[in-house]
Antibody, heavy 121, light 108 residues
């Protein structure tokens, strides 16, 4: 079974750093792009960026370029989303999702269960 | 960036009704359009890819059509388990992918 399992909920203070994870299993992790999507409380889905773990090629939505860093460690089939200095406006649910078809990035399936990030003083 | 609009933003229908949601792109995206279902408190789930292809395991009451700038998503006979928000997503130009604002579907 293809599965993406994300790290648990986080509560952080403004200015702190954070790295959340997404571990893939049941497929060739290095052959599929993995994307990240933000969902702010009560709002819709926002596409953040994507990484190809095979060669670490990373692309960012212009809205998120410079705001977050996407990375991957193919040795442990895990992708990451990180912030160097969190803001209250980063409070949201973050989803990872495998992009399909293989070696392309057209649609997203399956999705991780989501990681809730709360930033509050 | 390509802007996506959806209508309606919400709807209420009876069990068994035919439900139609439209998605419009601000420029021609061929058939580079997907549909997702998000149930309350859950992650999104892919239903339709490339505008009209049903994802494996998805009930046949769901369908999609369209190309260019205008797309349609249909539930042929609404079921109680279809209560969710539905999003379209375009993939015309990596990394400038975008989602529509969503359509919330309720049972009347």
């Amino acid at each position: 079974e293809v599965q993406l399992v994300q790290s648990g909920a986080e509560v952080k203070k403004p200015g702190e750093s954070l790295k959340i994870s997404c571990k893939g299993s049941g497929y060739s992790f290095t052959s599929y792009w993995i994307g990240w999507v933000r969902q702010m409380p009560g709002k819709g889905l926002e596409w953040m960026g994507i990484i190809y773990p095979g060669d670490s090629d990373t692309r960012y939505s212009p809205s998120f370029q410079g705001q977050v860093t996407i990375s991957a460690d193919k040795s442990i089939s895990t992708a990451y989303l990180q912030w160097s200095s969190l803001k209250a406006s980063d409070t949201a649910m973050y989803y990872c999702a495998r992009a399909c078809p293989i070696a392309a990035a057209h649609w997203f399936d399956p999705w991780g269960q989501g990681t809730l990030v709360t930033v509050s003083s | 960036d390509i802007q996506m609009t959806q209508s309606p933003s919400s709807l209420s229908a009876s069990v068994g009704d035919r439900v139609t949601i439209t998605c419009q792109a601000s420029q021609d995206i061929s058939n580079y359009l997907n549909w997702y279902q998000q149930k309350p408190g859950k992650a999104p789930k892919l239903l339709i890819y490339d505008a009209s292809n049903l994802e494996t395991g998805v009930p046949s009451r769901f369908s999609g059509s369209g190309s260019g700038t205008d797309f349609t998503f249909t539930i042929s006979s609404l079921q109680p388990e279809d209560i969710a928000t539905y999003y379209c997503q375009q993939y015309d130009n990596l990394p400038r992918y975008t989602f529509g604002p969503g359509t919330k579907v309720d049972i009347k």
